[in-house]
């Protein structure tokens, strides 16, 4: 599957920015998706993450409240609704895919769990 995502932009802190990722070549239906990103000089940092039926999505504490994932398996498509920007939230964004069964309900957090990934999309938000 390849995925492309989108959205990224500049924002003033305490706005907000809509990221997506699409996807291409087949359904996203069996895979669970996952946000991370990346700031200058840094790691690419877990930001959350949504099952392949789209319930209960996951998200690292530093995100939590301000953040939603969401997706829709019609349209192939994920998105991450950023709200309350900080500073602190300008990285490269990246979406990611893996694919799972459907009676597998972990959350994945980490890089190495993930198969396909999106190219990235820069978010720059200033204070």
């Known amino acids: 599957v390849q995925l492309q995502a989108s959205g990224g932009g500049l924002a003033q802190a305490g706005g907000s920015l809509r990221l997506s990722c699409a996807a291409s070549g087949r359904t996203l239906r069996p895979y669970a998706m996952g946000w991370f990103r990346q700031a200058p000089g840094k790691g690419r940092d877990f930001v959350g993450m949504?099952?392949?039926?789209?319930?209960?999505?996951y998200y690292a504490d530093s995100v939590k409240g301000r953040f939603t994932i969401s997706r829709d398996n019609v349209k192939n498509t994920m998105t991450l609704q950023m709200t309350n920007l900080s500073p602190e939230d300008t990285a490269v964004y990246y979406c990611?895919?893996?694919?799972?069964?459907?009676?597998?309900?972990?959350?994945?957090?980490?890089?190495?769990?993930?198969?396909?990934w999106g190219q990235g999309t820069q978010v720059t938000v200033s204070s």
């Open positions: 949504i099952s392949r039926s789209g319930d209960s999505p």
């Open positions: 990611a895919a893996r694919r799972v069964i459907v009676t597998d309900v972990r959350t994945f957090l980490y890089t190495s769990d993930y198969e396909y």
